[in-house]
């Protein structure tokens, strides 16, 4: 325990002098698992876990997905569905905060990557909000949040990477994540009326466009939608697998680009070098996440700390509570991917073991989806919000303090979705039972 304790603190304080996550975890790792089992042993778990985690069939879904919102993003698809949304909403008060929301959630469905997408419309959108008036830090904030979104809205890299992790099944994932998902959306944009009703200053309305202005902004959307309609009908209907359907949706993408003569060698380029860097990037941490686990693994950490809480006499809604709670503190300080990695194999044990009067199968879901909701949380609240830094890096002249006191409300929206999913775990099991 002594030894583990020491390991967590040692890693955290890796990270805070900036070194890489997942390189923080693998040293860190490394050497508590040759303190508790000797070198040798380390050496010959080395020689063939590696191999077999980055063998997995499964994985190739995270560089598909990758490469399908480099495509996407590359052939100009975003620009095109924030035109179309705006066009629909714009002459509503905060109708434009909407549009990027909503732009944001099917690239995002399309990408399957938060800081994807918060990057793209860091570009596309950002400059289109300053010009119509929107006031900076708001407008940084509807970056950052639009991002958030697509945590739930299928297909999710970080989805996929829990069901990984706990060995649950993505398909079923997928659809629990749904409807907690459009709740995101629709909790944004009520807190964007509001606050636009509140300090019309900050959100002004843009003239209703002309009938033939909206059907052809609609018209450019169809990639999308055909892309997003493969997808997500092709999984939910059974037609493919998640994988399956990566693969179909990122060939869709580039025949479609290539046909429009959106995609050429440069763009397919530039997608394929952010695909190498993004994808080997998780792969690092998943590395690292993998060897400081087998640490953990040594140390009996996730099994005491799952005694201690059965133990504890807490009720177990009581327990999952103070679970979302450290989870929140947690993300204001941890990159999501690695916060899951290295959470997961302390805290699912506990959950799995508490009676929340469901099969196990049921708690496992649910519980990803919290966990992904909170992640959501921590990728915009200070110090840290991962998305908060994108956008701070694109929008160079905003102060990083303005984009977080704009992003406040959402998070207390945030809060609320929580709080109701915890309560009422059906909202994101009643498609599951449903479909599955």
């Not at 087998?294 to 140390?299: D, K, N, Q």
């Not at 504890?312 to 204001?332: C, D, E, K, R, T």
């Not at 915009?380 to 160079?396: D, E, H």
Request: proline share 6%; charged share 10%; glycine share 10%.
């Amino acid at each position: 325990m002594t030894v583990a304790l020491i390991g967590f603190a040692a890693m955290l304080l890796l990270i805070a002098v900036r070194m890489p996550v997942g390189l923080s975890m693998l040293v860190v790792g490394a050497f508590g698992y040759s303190y508790l089992s000797g070198f040798g042993p380390f050496l010959a778990y080395m020689k063939t876990n590696p191999y077999q985690q980055f063998s997995n069939y499964t994985l190739s879904v995270i560089p598909l997905f990758i490469l399908m919102g480099a495509f996407a993003e590359q052939s100009g698809m975003a620009r095109d569905l924030f035109s179309a949304a705006r066009s629909l909403v714009g002459h509503i008060r905060g109708g434009l905060g909407i549009a990027v929301l909503a732009a944001c959630t099917v690239f995002g469905a399309i990408s399957g990557s938060s800081v994807a997408t918060t990057a793209t419309f860091g570009r596309a959108a950002l400059p289109e909000l300053r010009r119509y008036g929107y006031e900076d830090g708001f407008s940084t904030a509807l970056i950052a949040i639009g991002g958030v979104v697509d945590l739930l809205i299928p297909p999710s890299i970080i989805l996929v990477v829990y069901a990984i992790a706990t060995e649950q099944n993505i398909a079923k994932l997928f659809m629990a994540a749904m409807i907690p998902g459009l709740m995101a959306v629709v909790f944004y944009a009520i807190v964007i009326m509001i606050v636009a009703r509140r300090n019309p200053s900050i959100a002004p309305t843009q003239e209703r466009p002309d009938a033939r202005t909206l059907v052809r902004a609609l018209l450019l959307t169809w990639p999308a939608v055909l892309v997003l309609g493969l997808v997500i009908g092709g999984i939910y209907g059974g037609v493919f697998t998640p994988t399956e359907a990566a693969a179909v949706g990122t060939v869709t993408m580039l025949v479609i680009g290539v046909l429009q003569g959106r995609l050429g060698k440069a763009e397919i380029g530039t997608a394929m070098v952010q695909t190498a860097q993004t994808a080997g990037m998780i792969f690092i941490i998943l590395l690292g996440a993998e060897v400081f686990d087998a640490f953990l693994a040594l140390s009996q950490l996730p099994m005491k700390a799952a005694d201690l809480v059965r133990n504890s006499g807490l009720p177990p809604y009581a327990v999952m509570a103070l679970l979302m709670v450290f989870y929140i503190l947690l993300g204001a300080v941890m990159d999501e991917l690695a916060m899951i990695l290295l959470t997961l194999p302390v805290f699912f044990p506990v959950v799995q073991g508490l009676d929340f009067g469901m099969p196990a199968d049921d708690v496992g879901i649910w519980f990803g989806i919290l966990v992904l909701m909170v992640v959501g949380v921590g990728l915009v609240a200070p110090p840290i919000g991962l998305n908060v830094f994108v956008v701070s890096a694109i929008a160079k002249n905003v102060p990083i303090e303005k984009t977080y006191r704009g992003v406040l409300p959402f998070v207390g929206a945030d809060i609320i979705r929580i709080a109701l999913v915890i309560l009422f775990p059906g909202i994101a099991l009643w498609l599951v039972r449903l479909l599955a």
